[in-house]
């Protein structure tokens, strides 16, 4: 039986999150089912035209099949059903991230009153004016957010950060839960149920945004201090404030560059997270950032990160399909990321790179909103399903 497609107004409420009206909600709903449209029901279509279009072509022009996924993309760039997806699948991410700015702006100063109420004079929040915003991070949108993560357009500023919150339905549908926090509650239940004896006292959570990851490792270690450093200022405030507004105490947010953390001392974290954040990372910032986190973590500390799976053993297509965000969705580190030799990273910051392992972790599913995945339900969607990739090592 076919579900229902999910809305956006089951998502949570919480008291921060922008209010839709009408027309704005019927505008993100739009978006947010051409996506699953889109997912679901034309993306097979792309496979089909290069297997019975592009893939013969480019073996009768070379004599064997593509070596490489740049191959592939060069090829199906004057593909007409490729063309139509992606310019589909890029103008719901343009409209998407427009129509959470407009949201967000028409009642931006009730957010802003709402966020200095739960921020003015709490020493859970540290901002620091003298973090510059690195080049990796301040030279593009990432996926076309105007203003990214840490563009401010006034005094006390959270405008990307709540849009930010209200418009990712759109693109992972719901997904991740009626908070978007589902990767944060997969990493606490995979801890649980595999290391119940992990009971980590300070957790370290890098490129925290606004907490959909923090918060419910907070949630889960209830007696740990955790910390969430990131370079935007807008997102720190929100995210503090939205912790706060959830009831969650035991975590500081903090104005850092994870490059360089003089400010804590060596092996003082059990825990050091990430997710999704290696792919909007530079590969200059990922081997110092990579020794912060070294130089950081006790012996028998573990290091964890949500992320889509490397390249390497792929086929070309896939590679190619999965590369997408490389090209047209300003995500342009995506790539170079998901070639990196992780092993060869985490060895030059010091670690024992045969430490290294690779798991899955199941994104919870909110199943009283967004209904209880059954047999045969796929699980996959080129990066957008509820079962991420993660690596991580223990150190020794």
Known sequence: MTKPLPSWTALEQHELFAKGNHDEVSRLNFLTHLNVHLGGQVL??????????????????TGKPPEDRHQVRKAMMNNGYFQMWSALRRNTMEMRQQAGRAQVLRQIEDI????????????????????????????????????????EYFANDVTVAASYDLGLFVTTAGLLGALSDGGGQGVGKYLADNFPDFKPKR?????????HNAVPLA??????????????RPSLRYAHARAKALGVDNISFVQANAEDLPQYDDQSFDLITTAMFWHETSDRAMPAIFKTINRLLKPGGLTLHLEQPQYAGMGAYEQFIRDWDTYFNNEPYWGPMHDADLKQVVTDAGFNG?????????????EKIFGKREKGDSGEDYGRAPVWNAFGLWKK
Request: proline share 5%; charged share 20%.
């Open 44 to 61: 097979p279509g792309v496979k089909v035209a290069y297997d019975k279009q592009v893939l013969p072509d480019i073996v009768e022009q």
């Open 354 to 366: 045969d430490d290294l392992f690779q798991t899955g972790v199941v994104s919870l599913v909110d």
């Open 219 to 232: 949630q889960a270690f209830p007696d740990a201090e955790v910390i969430a450093i990131d370079v935007a």
């Open 203 to 211: 957790i370290l959570d890098i490129g925290c945004t606004i907490g």
């Open 112 to 151: 802003v009153d709402k966020v200095e109420h739960y921020n003015n004079g709490a020493d859970t929040l540290q901002l620091d004016d003298s973090v510059q915003i690195p080049d990796n991070v301040g030279s593009v949108d990432i996926h076309c957010q105007p203003g990214c993560y840490y563009t």
